[in-house]
Structure formats: structure tokens, C-alpha cells
């Protein structure tokens, strides 16, 4: 016979438990941190995408008025425009968001399509 008692492992699953519920807690706070990583990267993008395509329907205003454009339609995605360039028709944004190490910058480009394709030749009847 062994010298352990019967009762030597009583409360060992309590630990356990406990052990479990911090790592489910751990996995838990990186998947919200990944979350909110993904959240901030797409509230970059969306705010320079509308950013750049404002500064490129008041390019007409000149460079000033539609960078000043772009930087309110910026703001009001929560973001902060960053870099804004005119090169004739097309604007060329970015648009920072988030703060300390869930921050995304990103950039964006807008202006008219370029010169349209040729249709293509008709198909000769068989």
C-alpha cells in the first residue's frame, strides 16, 4: 500500500479551473486586440479612400481648398489626414488612424479613369 491518503488530491481540479479560465482569458484579450487592430486598419482605409476621392472632386478649387476637403471628410471618419498631393485631376491621400500600437496608416489614390478602351472588333457572322 501506498503512504498517500485518499484525500491528498482534494482540490486539485479547483486549480485546474483556474488555470484554464486564465488561459481563456489571455485568448480571449488577443483575439479583442486583433479585433480591434482589424477595426482600426478599416476605419484607415475607408477615411482615405472617401479623403482622396473629395480632394479629387474639388481639385477645380485648387490644391489648398481640396486638401482642406479631404482633411474634414477625414475627421469625420475619426482619422487624420496625413499627406495630401494634387497632381492635376488626381489626389494622392493618407489617412492615419488609431493610437499607440493599434495605429494604421494608409494611403489612397483618386481621380478621373483613364483614357477608355476601344470596343472590341465585331465578330464576323458564320
Same mark, same amino acid.
Given at each position: 500500500m501506498s503512504d498517500a491518503s485518499p484525500g491528498q488530491d482534494r482540490g486539485s !481540479?479547483?486549480?485546474?479551473?483556474?488555470?484554464?479560465?486564465?488561459?481563456l482569458c489571455v485568448v480571449f484579450g488577443v483575439v479583442l486586440a486583433l479585433g480591434h487592430a482589424v477595426v482600426v486598419r478599416h476605419r484607415a482605409a475607408g477615411g482615405a479612400d472617401l479623403a482622396a476621392l473629395a480632394a479629387a472632386d474639388h481639385? $477645380?478649387? +485648387? !490644391? $489648398? =481648398?481640396?486638401?482642406?476637403? !479631404? +482633411?474634414?471628410?477625414?475627421r469625420a471618419q475619426d482619422a487624420l489626414l496625413?499627406?495630401?498631393?494634387?497632381?492635376? =485631376?488626381?489626389?494622392d491621400v493618407s489617412v492615419a488612424? +488609431?493610437?499607440?500600437p493599434f495605429s494604421a496608416e494608409v494611403?489612397?489614390? !483618386?481621380?478621373?479613369? +483613364?483614357? $477608355?478602351?476601344?470596343p472590341p472588333p465585331p465578330r464576323p457572322a458564320r
Open positions: !481540479a479547483s486549480v485546474w479551473c483556474v488555470g484554464a479560465v486564465a488561459v481639385w $477645380a478649387h +485648387g !490644391a $489648398a =481648398e481640396a486638401c482642406a476637403r !479631404a +482633411g474634414r471628410v477625414a496625413v499627406r495630401c498631393v494634387l497632381t492635376g =485631376e488626381v489626389s488612424s +488609431g493610437a499607440g494611403r489612397a489614390r !483618386a481621380g478621373p479613369p +483613364g483614357p $477608355a478602351q476601344p
